[in-house]
């Protein structure tokens, strides 16, 4: 699924960077923004294509996205959730589980990587 939405930041998401939403007045509620913190339940979800600074693109919120930037390794099946480095995903591991909600995860790795690269992913915010 595909959302058209307001990219609110100086500074341009690339194909794949993964996004929270931004409560602006610009979009009518569909601004987006770097991410806010590890684990948020902000998260957008990925950018399908490059979003130039301040102008509109697409969201990509469910579906199949062959290319989404993570910032720590991943193994198939991983939980993804927002990283707490900018526009990237971190794992959600079982440790994590125990004191915090998955309120966050928006995704299902396919694939194992290593970190501060890209990931094949299910997407389903």
């Known amino acids: 699924e595909l959302l058209w939405v307001y990219n609110r930041d100086a500074a341009a998401h690339e194909d794949g960077d993964v996004?929270?939403?931004y409560d602006g007045t610009v979009a009518d509620g569909l601004e987006i923004s770097t991410n806010a913190g590890f684990n948020d339940r902000l998260v957008a979800g990925v950018c399908f294509g490059d979003i130039a600074a301040t102008t509109?693109?697409?969201l990509q919120t469910r579906g199949y996205h062959d290319s989404v930037t993570v910032a720590s390794a991943t193994s198939a099946?991983?939980?993804l959730v927002l990283s707490?480095?900018?526009e990237g995903a971190s794992v959600f591991t079982v440790?994590?589980?125990?004191t915090t909600y998955?309120?966050?995860v928006?995704?299902?790795a396919f694939e194992a990587t290593t970190a501060s690269t890209t990931a094949k992913a299910?997407?389903?915010r």
């Open 77 to 79: 099946g991983d939980m």
């Open 95 to 98: 440790a994590e589980a125990s």
């Open 106 to 108: 928006f995704a299902i």
């Open 56 to 58: 509109w693109g697409f």
């Open 84 to 86: 707490a480095t900018a």
């Open 102 to 104: 998955e309120l966050g």
């Open 122 to 124: 299910i997407l389903y």
């Open 19 to 21: 996004v929270s939403w």
